[in-house]
């Protein structure tokens, strides 16, 4: 298994490849990273584990939400959807990786979610495990869901 500043270096490859800009800046205390309009914002005084967990949350938002975050349609009490996606694409991905994710889940992290939000986090986690070199979920080469 390959380490975690190695894991950080691909994801932040992928994350270049896919269109977003990663910047390290200072964000509030209690915030790890952000997804900003044009990529993604991580603070720089994380540990690795910290460090790798706010990339995979982040780039799960940029892969399946940017678009969606942009249209103004969507009110901010369905951001709760739309965190709830990224955590358990966060959790997901933590777990294929052997780590733990940062909160302690009954069940599968898809258990409560929307077939729609199941589908995009199928679809995110395993674009991230592809680029991990992991061996993801199934799902159809390009298909978005």
Not at 2 to 14: F, K, Q, V
Not at 68 to 88: N, Q
Not at 95 to 116: I, V
Request: hydrophobic residues 40%; negative net charge.
């Amino acid at each position: 298994m390959a380490a975690i500043p190695d894991y950080i270096r691909t994801l932040e490859s992928y994350a270049e490849r896919s269109g977003a800009h990663l910047v390290r800046a200072a964000l509030p205390d209690p915030v790890h990273g952000k997804m900003a309009h044009d990529g993604i914002v991580l603070r720089p005084d994380l540990d690795p584990e910290q460090e790798l967990t706010a990339l995979v949350h982040e780039l799960a938002h940029w892969l399946a939400h940017r678009t969606i975050i942009r249209d103004p349609a969507w009110a901010d009490p369905k951001f709760t959807v739309l965190e709830y996606e990224a955590e358990a694409v966060e959790a997901l991905v933590m777990s294929r990786l052997g780590l733990h994710p940062p909160c302690s889940l009954s069940g599968s992290p898809t258990d409560d979610l929307l077939s729609a939000s199941v589908d995009r986090v199928n679809w995110v986690s395993g674009r991230i495990c592809d680029a991990l070199g992991l061996n993801g979920a199934p799902r159809a080469e390009g298909s978005e869901p």
